[in-house]
């Protein structure tokens, strides 16, 4: 793959984002697959009774986001999460477009890590805020130099 990134690649500073407009059809199937069924984003009934006045997505589908920057586009391919802290700022609504950058924070050369800081924003605000612990692909393990 001709614009892969490994670890020798990374520098802090670089960033990559990826955005999309959280559907009717993406809470379902979300809660369809992880079993997350609270009536909070199924139930508009329920949820008009709530602080928040309208069914909301999962947090955990707007931070789903994040693993799709992570795994290709920055770092890419190969990474493996190791760890992710995640705050919770804002609801995410149906039909709000929900961008994920991540950001490297700091380089581990020694194990071929990254800390990343990662955020969630809808219209510039954030929803989500957190950190992420990576391992990176190495040029020279790749190719078996180390």
């Given amino acids: 793959m001709a614009d892969e ?3 020798e690649d990374l ?28 009536p909070m984003h199924l139930n508009a009934e329920y949820a008009a009774g709530t602080i928040f006045k309208e069914r909301i ?20 391919p190969g990474t493996i999460y190791l760890s992710q802290t995640l705050k919770s700022r804002a609801p995410v609504r149906i039909g709000q477009t929900v961008t994920a950058t991540v950001e490297v924070a700091a380089l581990h ?22 950190e992420a612990y990576v391992s990176v692909p190495s040029r020279h393990s790749r190719h078996g130099h180390d």
Wanted: charged share 15%; net charge neutral.
């Fill in 5 to 7: 990134i490994f670890f």
């Fill in 57 to 76: 997505a999962h947090g955990m589908l707007a931070a789903g986001l994040i693993t799709k920057v992570l795994g290709t586009q920055l770092p890419g």
């Fill in 11 to 38: 520098a802090v500073g670089q960033k990559a984002s990826f955005g999309k407009t959280i559907t009717e059809a993406d809470i379902v199937l979300f809660a369809a697959v992880t079993g997350d069924t609270n």
């Fill in 109 to 130: 050369p020694d194990r071929h890590r990254a800390t990343l800081r990662t955020v969630c924003t809808v219209s510039g605000e954030a929803v989500l805020e957190g």
